[in-house]
């Protein structure tokens, strides 16, 4: 029979963390022992069964980690002598047991068992990674890639710490394996939107993924049944949830089944109580501190869930392997038949493991594989890798936002973040910024590259899921935690050799004794690299410093993408412009932007407690620092162009040490915001901060004649000291205005606040809906007032929808669809929604207030109504609305009008003039 069902995609995870230690004989170091006995060679056994077919059955990744131990020839030499011990273990077994027939039969299957093993091992040149090799160059398997010491990148904080993580991965994988990965495992399914990009530098074109990465809970589109393209040339395989419980889950899955053998009786736990001679007999099988460990020998099977168990018939388990093989087929067939009601011609359902749970979690495990592998044509699937399935695919379809999620206990981060481990991330965090600033020292001090590697290495090591986990899980909880504080006190040991102006934290730790990485098996050389020379190309160039307290991706209003805008076609006009911002989230300390240098600082930890004006004051002060750091380095300052109030602190003392010129741009005043009423203490406090630096800057730019008319007014300033610049917009591609638009939909965009006036918009549209009925008002923006305008709208049911925040994708396609976007502003000192409707060719009605009022004629370019005027609103809404033909020639000739008008090339020219005059 054919294979027409669809493909059947297995993905098995390879991982150990790195336990190897200078001393032998200890339990972790068995872990690694276990899993090479039980798992990956049973595991390379069945790999070379597999016909070449033309295309890989499965996927497999292996870690950096465990790659490591693989080829360390000390831990090859201790696993032979291993071996030996189990096989003479088992050969003593044969000797007690021989007087019962089963156990017996038992002894001499584990004597057999660890003598294939031992032979295998050595035939292998004790090299289990050279096979694999062998394996995916002959197209059996596919290799794929995973982070240098499975660190849980969600809770990586900076960009730079993932880029680390994923890069030293891929190039480890590169050295082993002789060639680039097409596939990555990313540790724990942890998904964070950051690794694309890294990905699509690296080449990386799949990932498996848990079925939480998908926002939606549409069933319809049945995620687990077809590839999903995740944009950047990345496509994700969602794990099948509906199959693999069939496996997985702890209740009912199949290896839970009587008849299996029962991981938890072992003959190391079970044998040596009785007396001095029994102990004597186990002991030298344990480890070297007499503590019980598994010997690898277990004689009962799973019968049930009680105490008595009865011994186990490795005849009869291996026969129940091909009913449950059977029966996994029959129910991925079930899946595949639901594919053609979701529109999916050609299921794909993908199976993903831990490859422990074969053969050593579950000793049937790889015999069960097996059978499925035999038998998965018979039932119409063809067994395939991902990365075989993405290299056929042709139309990736259309690109689906995935969401941070694990395959974790409740599909997010709830076993890595949780009261037992979060305060880990804390000492991992600081470490993280550490390492960055050591990064830019290393950069001026040579000879250092030791020492900040080796810095780098530890802290990977402490960045490893596994001890997050294991805290979690309550096992070996102190092994964990010595872990942990041992590579963070080995950083901090580091770091501190870099530089005396380090001010690094105490952190004393017990050590543990862990052999180093083999050279190039860790190779975080790539993020260092590249940092150090963007960090001395940005020094070696004087500028402009540009503050402000928001800069893409961190966009709280227009201020953000006005000031970006601004700073990149000054710097296509060959201006230097450095601008100084804060960190909101995980963004790169350093980053050079379409070519602005953008530096991050990174606010301290700040009690929430703390007023708005007191953060204000703090952030000031770490803008400050940045800066001067900077400097320190060599870095020149021509002038200070500061943005709105909320960095004049920083701009201020920056212009005063540094002797340069300040330029602040009032992009909107306090006064204005409240129409003149402050009567709240902070508001005074924000208007006497806008008054202060109003006047000790050299020059103010505004956006309008509007604005600077209040500002010469508000802050007695004479009118040669300010400059209307108006803000320009970004050419974008647009259908023609006459394209097909709705007929009643009417959109607003902006922040929920009151100088916007959305309240007056909410009151029109009542009037609007008594006489057109159909009307529909959408809402994109979310602010302080939320609440209390969806309470006004809850009279006009069904006619107004609160979007929430939508990004620029979205925002362009409302624009492209709505037949009409209202600005009702109070206070506007410029107007950018109103520019990006008329820019998308959107007729519009503003209020005929500050800036909005100097981009619209009435009944040219759109249609203006009084502000606050709720029936001079609701007139202008209904006449657009019911001469859509008048209101699209309005909307052609806005259109042109910002083409020749609006222009940052123009805007950023005269703020050149301005200053060249003050550097003179």
Same mark, same amino acid.
């Given at each position: ?26 339990? $972790? ?158 540790? $724990? ?54 199959? %693999? ?62 105490? $008595? ?46 490859? $422990? ?145 380090? %001010? ?226 970004? %050419? ?139 029936? %001079? ?48």
């Amino acid at each position: 029979m054919t294979a027409a069902r669809g493909k059947l995609c297995f993905v098995l995870h390879a991982h150990i963390p790195y336990v190897a230690h200078s001393a032998a004989g200890r339990m $972790e170091e068995r872990w690694f022992y276990e899993a090479l006995t039980e798992t990956y060679l049973p595991l390379l056994r069945l790999f070379n069964t597999l016909q070449e077919k033309g295309s890989p059955y499965l996927a497999l990744s292996v870690t950096p980690t465990l790659l490591a131990m693989m080829e360390n020839e000390e831990l090859q030499e201790r696993y032979v002598s291993h071996l030996k011990r189990q096989i003479e273990l088992a050969g003593r077994e044969k000797s007690r047991v021989r007087n019962d027939d089963h156990l017996f039969r038992l002894a001499s299957f584990y004597h057999d068992l660890f003598t294939m093993t031992l032979e295998q091992y050595i035939n292998l040149d004790c090299r289990p990674a050279l096979a694999l090799k062998i394996l995916q160059e002959k197209g059996v398997i596919e290799l794929m890639a995973s982070a240098a010491t499975h660190a849980f990148l969600p809770a990586v904080q900076t960009t730079e710490g993932i880029q680390s993580q994923i890069c030293a991965g891929i190039q480890t994988y590169r050295q082993s394996f002789g060639r680039k990965p097409k596939g990555f495992w990313l540790p $724990e399914c942890g998904y964070d939107a950051r690794v694309r990009d890294v990905f699509q530098a690296e080449g990386i074109e799949w990932i498996p993924l848990d079925v939480h990465a998908m926002d939606t809970p549409d069933e319809k589109l049945r995620p687990c049944l077809a590839p999903l393209h995740i944009g950047q040339g990345i496509t994700a395989f969602i794990r099948n949830q509906s199959t %693999s419980e069939l496996v997985w889950n702890a209740q009912d899955g199949y290896p839970g089944d009587s008849v299996y053998r029962e991981f938890y009786r072992d003959i190391g736990w079970d044998i040596g109580w009785e007396s001095e001679e029994a102990w004597n007999y186990i002991r030298p099988y344990l480890l070297d501190n007499g503590a019980r460990i598994d010997t690898g020998i277990k004689y009962y099977q799973v019968t049930g869930k009680g105490t $008595e168990k009865l011994l186990y018939n490795p005849d009869a388990a291996m026969q129940r392997t091909v009913v449950h093989a059977h029966h996994f087929l029959q129910q991925c067939g079930l899946e595949a038949d639901q594919a053609p009601r979701s529109g999916i011609d050609q299921p794909v359902i993908t199976a993903m493991y831990d490859a $422990e749970l074969f053969g050593h979690w579950w000793f049937e495990g790889i015999e069960w594989l097996r059978q499925v592998v035999l038998a998965a044509e018979q039932y119409g699937f063809e067994l395939a890798s991902p990365g075989y399935v993405a290299s056929s695919l042709q139309h990736p379809g259309p690109v689906h936002e995935l969401s941070m999620s694990t395959w974790g206990r409740g599909g997010y981060a709830e076993v890595w973040v949780n009261a037992k481990n979060h305060w880990m991330y804390r000492h991992l965090h600081v470490a993280e910024r550490m390492l960055q600033r050591a990064i830019s020292i290393a950069a001026q001090a040579p000879g250092t590259g030791g020492h900040l590697r080796a810095a780098a290495e530890a802290l990977a090591l402490a960045q490893s899921s596994d001890w997050a986990f294991i805290l979690d899980h309550d096992t070996v909880v102190s092994y964990a935690l010595t872990r942990f504080s041992s590579h963070l006190a080995d950083f901090y040991d580091h770091i501190e050799q870099l530089s005396a102006n380090l %001010s690094v934290p105490s952190f004393s730790a017990t050590r543990e004794d862990v052999m180093a990485f083999p050279p190039g098996r860790l190779v975080l050389d790539h993020a260092i690299t590249l940092d150090q020379k963007l960090l001395n190309d940005a020094v070696s160039k004087p500028g402009v410093f540009m503050l402000t307290w928001e800069y893409p991706p961190n966009v709280v209003g227009g201020l953000g993408r006005a000031v970006s805008e601004l700073a990149e076609t000054l710097a296509k006009q060959g201006e230097t412009v450095h601008v100084i911002t804060i960190a909101r989230e995980r963004e790169p300390a350093l980053e050079l932007r379409h070519g602005v240098y953008v530096h991050r600082a990174t606010m301290p930890f700040i009690e929430p407690t703390v007023s708005f004006y007191d953060w204000v004051v703090l952030m000031n002060l770490a803008l400050v620092d940045c800066a001067l750091e900077l400097v320190r380095r060599g870095c020149g300052i021509s002038l200070i162009h500061g943005h709105d109030w909320l960095v004049s602190i920083a701009a201020e003392e920056l212009a005063e040490r540094m002797e340069v010129p300040l330029v602040m741009t009032i992009h909107a005043t306090e006064w204005g915001r409240n129409q003149g009423r402050l009567t709240s203490e902070l508001q005074t406090r924000i208007h006497d901060r806008e008054f202060a630096v109003a006047t000790a800057a050299d020059r103010i730019f505004v956006c309008s004649l509007a604005m600077k008319s209040e500002v010469c007014g508000l802050f007695q300033l004479p009118e040669d000291k300010v400059d209307v610049f108006r803000n320009g917009i970004l %050419s974008k591609e647009h259908s023609s205005v006459q394209r097909r638009r709705s007929t009643n939909q009417v959109l607003f965009l902006g922040r929920l606040v009151f100088e916007k006036g959305v309240h007056t918009l909410l009151h029109a549209m009542r009037q609007v809906c008594a006489q057109i009925p159909d009307v529909q008002l959408l809402i994109a923006g979310t602010g302080p007032l939320e609440s209390e305008l969806r309470g006004l709208a809850d009279s006009m049911f069904g006619h107004v929808d609160f979007l929430g925040f939508v990004g620029p994708s979205e925002r362009d396609q409302l624009l492209a669809e709505a037949a009409l976007t209202v600005i009702p502003s109070y206070y506007e000192p410029f107007g950018l929604v109103a520019l990006e409707a008329m820019q998308a060719g959107c007729p519009v009605v503003v209020a005929d207030s500050g800036g909005l009022a100097e981009l619209v004629d009435h009944m040219v370019e759109g249609r203006k109504a009084i502000p606050g005027d709720v029936n %001079s609103l609701a007139t202008q809404i209904v006449d657009a609305l019911r001469d859509q033909a008048g209101s699209l020639r309005m909307a052609a000739y806005a259109q042109r009008k910002v083409q020749s008008e609006f222009s940052w090339d123009a805007c950023a020219a005269g703020i050149r003039e301005v200053y060249q005059q003050l550097r003179v």
